[in-house]
């Protein structure tokens, strides 16, 4: 059932949202109610693909392992010449 509900927003942030719900060829009022659900549904509804799941764990590091040295080393591989 739908209800009515009055918002008091600032101007300018209603012309961004009604320009956006134009682009996206959707009513404000559904966009609202859209990010409104977003925020309170449960999250566990978000499905994962087997997809994604194969990829989780594909990759074994040493635990000594160190990203922020191998970053370093990769930036200075791809800057330096």
Known sequence: MDTKLTLKLD???IEKAK??????N??????IENYLDF???????????P??????GTITLP????????YKDHLSKKYTK
Do not use: G, P, Q, R
Request: charged share 35%; proline share 0%; glycine share 0%.
């Open 26 to 31: 959707i009513s404000l009022s559904k966009l």
């Open 63 to 70: 635990s000594d392992y160190d990203y922020k040295e191998s």
């Open 39 to 49: 925020l309170t549904d449960n999250k566990e509804k978000i499905a994962v693909t």
């Open 19 to 24: 320009l956006y719900a134009k682009k996206k």
């Open 51 to 56: 997809f994604v799941k194969s990829l989780s």
């Open 11 to 13: 101007t300018d942030i």
